[in-house]
């Protein structure tokens, strides 16, 4: 019992994609796996304000050289903030990430639309709302509220936010959690976005989970209307 698995890295592999793909040797994986965590968690702290919900890594090699290279495409729901005045920024990010990896890094920047249905997103907005000091049970509501009806987007099928911590500075941690609409979580096909995010409050840190169910992936279907449209 309470035996609980990352949504995300449990339909890798069945409905969803890794997020550093490449293939090195034994004696290399070490290295390269660091390599990309540094990566990340450097691009995740010098881009928060711009909210990135998630980080690809992509490896291979120049053909002509025979230098690694690394593509780094980073989700980021304000694009602005990254790229800057004339790609300023996404320039200068660029050569930091080449002189701490020591290697040529391209870096691409994609657009995330309906932010409101991304839930790490949603968790790190939540966690910035307890932060500004807002009643958690009336920030949980409204980002339930924003992803079942949103304004612009897909509706959410389904959402549940957990909240676990000293909550409204109580002397007593416990977690408290909300949820509407379905959250198949042990259905592979199911396409559950998961979320963290860690609020630091005046009484301590508040861990903040969101899962978010967008409906399911079926890949004979995707497949069937491929061959559909090749024929048309």
């Known amino acids: 019992m309470g035996q609980k698995v990352n949504p995300h890295g449990m339909r890798v592999g069945v409905i969803k ?29 010098q881009l928060y304000s711009a909210g990135i919900p998630k980080i690809e890594i992509e490896r291979t090699v120049d053909s002509q050289t025979g230098n690694p290279r690394v593509k780094v495409n980073v989700f980021c729901a304000k694009p602005g903030i990254v790229i800057g005045k004339g790609g300023a920024e996404s320039a200068k990010l660029e050569k930091q990430l080449a002189k701490m990896t020591g290697k040529n890094v391209n870096l691409n920047i994609v657009e995330v639309k309906g932010t409101s249905t991304t839930a790490q997103l949603v968790a790190e907005d939540v966690a910035s ?41 109580a002397d007593i941690a ?59």
């Open 17 to 45: 994609d890794w997020d550093s793909r490449w293939f090195t040797s034994k004696q290399a994986f070490g290295d390269t796996l660091v390599e990309d965590h540094k990566i990340r968690t450097t691009l995740k702290k």
């Open 174 to 232: 416990r977690v408290e959690s909300y949820h509407e609409g379905t959250i198949p979580l042990q259905t592979l096909r199911a396409d559950i976005d998961y979320g963290f995010a860690e609020a630091n409050t005046t009484y301590g840190k508040v861990g903040v989970k969101v899962w978010i169910y967008k409906g399911e992936i079926l890949k004979g279907a995707k497949t069937a209307a491929k061959k559909e449209g090749g024929k048309q």
């Open 129 to 169: 709302q307890l932060e500004r000091r807002i009643a958690f049970r009336r920030a949980m509501k409204q980002v339930i509220r924003n992803a079942m009806q949103p304004r612009g987007g897909v509706p959410a099928k389904g959402i549940k936010v957990t909240c676990s911590g000293r909550l409204a500075g």
